[in-house]
């Protein structure tokens, strides 16, 4: 389950950011928590281009994302 299978890309940035802003993250992060949370035994490799990313993605896995909000990401990827 991916979100870049969810199509358009502004779609996701304007859902994610408000979700972003509550928890002070990028939308970046949120998209990697809700990895993270989506199975036990998939671990998402994201891109790590300089030092700074590489916090921000490990940022990522302290992102307690409510039951609400994992739903609501979870909708925006289209049934396969």
Do not use: F, Y
Not at 3 to 9: I, N, R, Y
Request: aromatic fraction near 2%.
């Amino acid at each position: 389950m991916s979100l870049a299978d969810g199509g358009d890309p502004a779609r996701i940035t304007e859902a994610l950011a408000p979700i972003a802003q509550r928890h002070d993250a990028t939308v970046h992060q949120v998209a990697l928590a809700w990895q993270l949370r989506c199975s036990p035994v998939t671990m998402p490799i994201p891109g790590t281009t300089s030092l700074t990313h590489l916090k921000e993605n490990l940022a990522a896995e302290a992102i307690q994302l409510t039951p609400e909000e994992v739903q609501a990401i979870t909708a925006l990827v289209p049934e396969s």
